[in-house]
């Protein structure tokens, strides 16, 4: 993990995804200890699960959130699980995930990860992801997307890769039926899927190893915040089916979003 300056970056400042990185390396080195230990699964009000790890990752980035930015209001999973959403919201404002892919990191998968965004004017301006099982961290920078894992300096840039013809790969969710497999590869005119969880889906394909993720099922808008403005940052983009921006500060909406397509190179 990086050192923290003494002074937080304005928020215009490309310089914010690597301090937001630091944030969630550190929430992802408090919650790792409590991956594969047994911990007890309590049940939200919409009947997703939560963990003590979910919480005590969501104190410390509000904790340090409120120190970097005390201005900036913060749009959290599970806060709003527990109190609501904000019926308005200001023209910048983080949103968290402190834990994305509860019921993985309960199974022991590796695929969970931490989620910090910074949005303005309704679209994502910063991001960064924690994997915290494999030492991996995406963010936003100065002139694109970085990503840094435990043992590797300096960070180093990605991009997404052009649209493979022939061989591009879809990211789908493990739950995904075959039949709706298959008229996906049909639609997007993929040669093969991956099953993957969380945010994951978005910086891998920042990252060049796969080409498209669309989704139907329903999300929140803390979800997928720092994964679309890292594969924006990429190159890539998250647009709706019809190809319209995708938004976020959706208050009448509590925050949900609407299907979604993220996808690297555009197809040839």
């Known amino acids: 993990m990086a050192k923290m300056s003494a002074r937080a970056p304005a928020l215009s400042d490309p310089a914010i995804g690597a301090l937001l990185a630091d ?3 550190e929430a992802g080195a408090l919650i790792l200890p409590l991956w594969k230990s047994g911990l ?3 049940a939200k009000a919409d ?3 939560v963990t003590e790890a979910d919480r005590r990752a969501e104190a410390l980035i509000l904790m340090r959130l409120a120190r970097w930015f005390p201005d900036t209001p913060v749009v959290s999973e599970e806060y709003s699980s527990q109190f609501g959403t904000p019926d308005s919201i200001a023209t910048q404002f983080f949103l968290v995930d402190p834990l994305d892919g509860t019921k993985g990191f309960v199974r022991g998968d590796p695929h969970f990860t931490v989620n910090i965004g910074l949005v303005e004017h309704g679209l994502p301006l910063a991001g ?5 099982a494999t030492g991996e961290t995406w963010f936003t920078g100065s002139g694109g997307a970085f990503k840094r894992s435990v043992g590797t300096k300096p960070p180093q840039r990605i991009n997404v890769r052009p649209w493979p013809a022939g061989q591009a790969t879809a990211l789908i969710s493990h739950t995904m039926k075959p039949e709706a497999r298959a008229e996906l590869m049909a639609a997007y005119a993929v040669a093969d899927t991956q099953s993957m969880d969380s945010s994951v889906k978005l910086v891998r394909i920042a990252e060049g190893v796969a080409d498209v993720y669309p989704r139907t099922g329903p999300t929140m808008e803390w979800d997928i915040a720092a994964g679309h403005a890292i ?3 990429a190159g890539g983009s998250v647009v709706t089916p019809d190809g319209r921006p995708f938004a976020y500060g959706k208050c009448a909406d509590g925050f949900r979003n609407g299907p979604f397509v993220a996808r690297g190179g555009p197809p040839g």
């Open 128 to 132: 960064a992801v924690g994997a915290p």
């Open 23 to 25: 944030i969630v390396e």
């Open 40 to 42: 007890t699964v309590l």
């Open 47 to 49: 009947e997703s699960p």
């Open 231 to 233: 594969l924006a940052a």
